[in-house]
């Protein structure tokens, strides 16, 4: 099939669209990667702006893997991003299924209840109060409960469990099984695509914590990686007294961006095909 001049140049300026998106978005990242490995002395003489370094040193990484605290804050969102997650996916899967269920008491309720709170929100002063009241402040705790399950998350798996073919659990039932048993051994294998998606919502969360470590959290040997990375991109341009080589501020804060994205941005390809999977499921089905 020929293609007329009209639909050539259509294809020609959707080409163009998606190379200046793509540029916008693998420029900046080329960007932080380059000046993180460039020794000073070259930043310097190209103004601070070097997308290919001629020459290329791990000083900075060494540096905040040794001399900062960045290490003790890379086990605290760790640990925060592995049992916040667990903790996130157990809850809501536990909110979602009932509510899954037509035959759920006053059902209509609790959906509005969440719908509600997709809208409102107890605000930051109020929420302070019961996270201090309760004696989370200073903990890790205190960055996981408060927001242990996200409405939006609930209302996706329950739409995908709404979705499943009810002669499941009918046969599930007529075998003698009960509800948790049902969601355990038959709903859960079967929800592994809408796990993984709201999972790795809830694990791109807890990686990026931040306010509620601000808002709660004032033992610095607790402060998650985020935390950390802004103190370092606050500072001014004054090389360290203490890096090896004198390793100046702005290289440094380079690969701490790097160091604070370089998980996330690997462990997404592996679930991107389970993550699409499940979104399309959850806003399809129910």
Not at 52 to 69: D, G, H, K, V
Not at 211 to 222: N, P
Request: aromatic share 12%.
């Amino acid at each position: 099939m020929v293609k007329r001049l009209d639909d050539k140049l259509f294809d020609s300026f959707v080409y163009l669209i998606l190379i200046i998106c793509g540029l916008a978005a693998i420029l900046p990242i080329l960007y932080v990667i380059s000046v993180s490995i460039t020794p000073f002395g070259e930043v310097l003489r190209n103004g601070g702006f070097i997308l290919f370094p001629r020459e290329i040193t791990f000083t900075a990484y060494r540096t905040l893997l040794t001399e900062s605290n960045i290490p003790q804050a890379f086990k605290i969102t760790i640990w925060i991003t592995v049992i916040g997650t667990a903790v996130n996916l157990i809850l809501t899967s536990l909110m979602a299924y009932p509510l899954s269920r037509k035959n759920l008491p006053a059902r209509n309720f609790f959906l509005l209840m969440i719908v509600f709170t997709l809208l409102f929100s107890g605000g930051i002063i109020p929420t302070y109060l019961v996270v201090k009241s309760v004696g989370l402040l200073d903990s890790i705790w205190a960055m996981i409960l408060p927001n242990a399950v996200w409405s939006f998350n609930v209302l996706i798996m329950k739409s995908f469990f709404e979705g499943l073919p009810e002669e499941l659990f009918e046969s599930a039932r007529m075998d003698g099984a009960k509800e948790f048993r049902i969601l355990i051994q038959i709903v859960t294998p079967l929800s592994i695509p809408v796990l993984l998606t709201v999972g790795l919502f809830y694990l791109v969360g807890h990686w990026n914590e931040f306010f509620q470590a601000i808002f709660y959290v004032t033992d610095r040997t607790l402060f998650p990686l985020q935390v950390i990375v802004r103190e370092l991109l606050m500072q001014s341009q004054q090389p360290l007294e203490n890096a090896e080589n004198m390793m100046p501020t702005q290289t440094m804060q380079m690969a701490a961006v790097m160091i604070a994205s370089v998980p996330v941005i690997v462990i997404y390809p592996f679930l991107q095909k389970h993550f699409t999977k499940g979104m399309l499921l959850g806003s399809i089905k129910g």
